[in-house]
């Protein structure tokens, strides 16, 4: 299965464009980075990959076809913040549960503690958040994954541990990784090829 944005523009209302006829590809079963300077649209471009927002022109595509509009979305986005990515109001099992009944070996993969499933978000270090927020977005139907500075918030440790569970699902499942960040030690570390912003953008 394939990944194609095939001349993708957008741009925040009068603003400049924030990028134009821009392409990107990505295979299932790759690894892929984008690394470029901050505020140029990066965050932007993984909302529209993932179906948040409608580029104002040009296309996403997978495997051809237009990404379904309604009912599960085969590319998942996680976002640098994992507080700001859940409702502080809903416990940790409802929000999981936002994306399917998980699979148990997925929370142990994760190193998710069943015991966590009752507790409030707030209760939660950033890490373990995070980690449930990997966990709702790979539900059975995920194809691709958009990690967006997914880790930059977390500690050495937990950095190690997430990326170490989300390569070995990826590749039992031969996902498809898009690794938005700006260290370039990781993305050396974990892509199979890096794409730098500027060499896309129009
Ligand atoms: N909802 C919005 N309305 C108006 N402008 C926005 C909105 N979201 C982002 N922007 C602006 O669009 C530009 C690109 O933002 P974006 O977050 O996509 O960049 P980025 O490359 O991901 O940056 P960073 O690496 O710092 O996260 C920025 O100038 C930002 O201020």
Redesign the pocket.
Known sequence: MRLEAKKLGYR??N?AW?FRKFDLSLQQGETVGLV?P???????LARILAGYDTPLEGTVMLDGQPLPKRGYHPVQLVFQHPEEAVNPRWRIGRILNEGGQPDPFLLQELGIDQGWLERWPGELSGGELQRFCVARALGPQTRFLIAD?MTTMLDAVSQAQVWHSVLAIAKQRNLGLLVIS?EPSLIRRLCDRVIEWESLVH
Do not use: V
């Open positions: 925040y209302a603003d924030l470029g901050s505020g140029r649209g990066k965050t932007t500075e700006h």
